[in-house]
């Protein structure tokens, strides 16, 4: 009954490498995030999708690419992993774009180490 | 300088101390602010709504919002040691997409 889950939880990588991180959300949500959050705690958003629409784009290397297959999930594929591409990927959906602020709802989180 | 600043910490105090946590930010257009707490290896949890200036009150935790100041505050009351954890605030704009913009956090410990 998990509200927003990510997988893989751990995820430790070469540099270069391409990896990806999945998000599924079982709320009913129309809205879902990325956030990145580096080793002091600093939460931003990345990307942000309205019934797989994108909404949200801010300034990230275009090696990060989401991907919304249905309003229910959203994932994050990285290509040619950086050294400072290592951080806490946070997943994150609430109910609808606009109008009042909705609860934003995080994920578990992905830890990803890029050696 | 970032959009909304806040102290990491970190802070310790002992269990039943009043703490008092602090953001100021520099986007007057911000209207929703918000208290998120983090527990290690978790994802953030929503703690505290606050639409535009004025106080909330929840229990032992109280948000106040003074937007004349730009600045915000969470305090909590009789702190126990489960309230250990991560606080983060958060805002957003009035309109558009809901793009929350967070502080660094404040690293808390509630000492018995």
């Known amino acids: 009954d998990t509200a927003v889950s990510q997988t893989p939880k751990y995820l430790v990588t070469q540099m270069g490498n391409d990896k990806s991180i999945k998000c599924e959300q079982n709320l009913g949500h129309d809205t879902m995030y990325w956030y990145k959050q580096d080793s002091k705690k600093f939460l931003k958003i990345m990307f942000s999708?309205?019934?797989?629409?994108?909404?949200i784009n801010e300034t990230v290397p275009n090696r990060f690419s989401p991907k919304s297959p249905d309003k229910a999930h959203l994932n994050l594929h990285i290509n040619s992993l950086e050294l400072g591409d290592s951080a806490v990927y946070f997943c994150a959906s609430s109910l609808r774009v606009s109008g009042s602020r909705d609860e934003q709802f995080f994920g578990p989180g992905t830890r990803l180490t890029v050696l | 300088q970032k959009e909304v600043e806040q102290d990491p910490g970190p802070l310790s105090v002992p269990e039943g101390a009043i703490v008092s946590l602090n953001c100021t930010y520099s986007n007057s257009a911000f209207q929703y602010f918000m208290w998120y707490r983090q527990y290690s290896r978790k994802g953030p949890e929503l703690l505290m709504y606050?639409?535009?200036?004025g106080n909330k009150e929840d229990g032992r935790f109280t948000a106040q919002v003074d937007k004349s100041s730009k600045y915000i505050s969470l305090f909590i009351r009789d702190s126990q040691p489960s309230d250990s954890a991560t606080y983060l605030c958060?805002?957003?704009?009035?309109?558009?997409?809901?793009?929350?913009?967070f502080g660094q956090g404040t690293r808390l410990t509630i000492n018995p």
């Open positions: 606050t639409y535009s200036s």
């Open positions: 958060a805002m957003s704009l009035p309109s558009g997409a809901q793009k929350l913009v």
């Open positions: 999708y309205n019934n797989k629409e994108l909404i």
